[in-house]
């Protein structure tokens, strides 16, 4: 790098100490409604690595983080899968039906299905497009704007109301019907565009819906289950070779060890502060962070290589 110059020159090996960074990054970030995509290009751009293996491993490593929602989240998991072994062999199995937990799993499956569509769709239009500092950055700021708006404007007078983030009539994740997963599906989409944020689109896609920030959360993190397995699933079939010839299986594993258990520490972290103050200090932080970017990016001082 010369100068203030933040921009890949050359391209190099990832190095264990890479591998470390972007795990940390990862696992910070993927449930965060902050954008673990903004983040992770940064650190890309800052640690001067490129090419397919290396996006490769920014998607793959999110495997870790959503087994830490798995941990987390245990008893959610299990309900879900008691109640589909359950439609599946009605008369005898293992673990018992569970009603609760199928249709539980069923409206995560019909959430996921605006975005499954959607991202084959524009996967080519967004790379091409958006994938750059300063439609990145616009993303994070206007996301954090929309953050604070609904906080401020909608989610507050309504918690007042009801008894808090946590209490009274406001709805959580038992309360979800089919057509607040299509609604928070639908919103989900608007994740597509780098720097927007999944955790961010989900959560105020629930917030809309009339769950309690600490709800609308967990709503995300749930959600999290099929729309991330599929994308890190689908880029270890498509990006094998290029992360077996140029990372090593070594290098994946300890990034999704690095990914998982820093995710852990961080959901529960998050869930505290949104239980005492609420989405509008990640907005805050989102305007914060996208103004640097595009200051950045505009002075042509960053630049995200394909």
């Known amino acids: 790098m010369t100068g203030t110059n933040i921009e890949i020159e050359a391209e190099r090996s990832m190095s264990w100490l890479d591998a470390l960074i972007l795990g940390i990054v990862e696992g910070i970030t993927e449930f965060l409604p902050v954008s673990s995509t903004g983040h992770l290009d940064l650190t890309n751009a800052v640690l001067q690595l490129d090419g397919r293996a290396v996006d490769a491993y920014a998607i793959v490593i999110q495997f870790g983080a959503i087994l830490a929602v798995v ?31 199928f ?20 996967a080519d239009f967004i790379g091409e497009n958006l994938r750059n500092p300063v439609p990145v950055s616009v993303a994070l700021i206007l996301g954090g704007i929309v953050m604070i708006g609904v906080e401020q404007f909608v989610v507050k007078p309504r918690a007042r109301r009801n008894g808090g983030f946590r209490g ?43 769950f309690s920030s600490v709800g609308a959360a967990e709503v995300s993190f ?22 077996l010839e140029e990372l090593g299986w070594g290098i994946v594993i300890f990034g999704n060890l690095v990914a998982f258990g820093v995710a852990y520490l961080a959901v529960k972290w998050f869930i505290n502060i949104v239980t005492r103050y ?27 290589v394909e």
Request: with cysteine; net charge positive; hydrophobic share 50%.
């Open 103 to 122: 249709h539980l799993g069923m409206k995560l499956g019909v959430a996921f299905i605006p975005i499954g569509i959607a991202g084959l769709t524009l």
């Open 222 to 243: 749930l959600l999290a289950l099929p729309t991330i397995t599929a994308a890190a699933g689908y880029e270890m079939v498509m990006a094998r070779e290029a992360l």
């Open 168 to 210: 009274g009539s406001l709805k959580e994740v038992d309360d979800m019907t089919y057509f607040d997963a299509i609604f928070i599906g639908v919103a989900q989409c608007f994740a597509l565009w780098p720097g927007t944020s999944r955790a961010m689109a989900t959560i105020v896609g629930a917030q809309l819906r009339g």
């Open 71 to 101: 941990a987390l989240y245990k008893q959610r998991a299990y309900e879900i899968l008691q109640g589909f072994l359950g439609k599946l062999r009605p008369t005898e199995h293992l673990l018992g039906k569970n009603e609760q937990g």
């Open 278 to 304: 609420g989405m509008t200090p990640f907005g805050i932080y989102r305007i914060f962070l996208g103004g640097v970017f595009l200051w950045l990016g505009l002075r042509g001082a960053l630049t995200f």
